[in-house]
């Protein structure tokens, strides 16, 4: 049973704009905060964005001004706007809820696959 489903992915030259998406099965309010997670080939998690309930967002330093998370409680979505892209930017995106302790809350998805090159 899904409990997120990602979407939006796809190939994008080097300095080129995306926007994924991260629609939720539950009501995402009730959670602390959606944390945005990506995996390239052959490595581990690693932690890209987070948006609290309250709106409030941290980023990894490499992709800080670059891109924007935000969220639609009405929808249940969270979005990920990925500016000014580079090929390390290239791996699966994943989405996940986290509690007060911003531990994750399920387990992961596909997610949506990001690939910059040229």
């Known amino acids: 049973q899904a409990q997120f489903v990602e979407s939006g992915g796809g190939v994008v030259q080097p300095g080129g704009s995306l926007t994924i998406s991260c629609a939720a099965s539950f009501v995402i309010a009730e959670y602390n905060a959606i944390l945005w997670y990506r995996q390239a080939p052959g490595k581990a998690h690693e932690w890209v964005a987070t948006?609290?309930?309250?709106?409030?967002?941290w980023y990894q330093d490499s992709v800080e001004g670059r891109f924007t998370v935000s969220r639609d409680d009405a929808k249940n979505t969270v979005t990920l706007q990925m500016n000014s892209l580079r090929p390390e930017d290239t791996a699966a995106y994943l989405c996940?809820?986290?509690?007060?302790?911003?531990?994750?809350?399920?387990?992961w998805g596909q997610g949506t696959q990001v690939t910059v090159s040229s």
């Open positions: 948006i609290t309930r309250h709106g409030t967002t």
């Open positions: 996940n809820a986290a509690d007060n302790n911003y531990n994750t809350q399920f387990p």
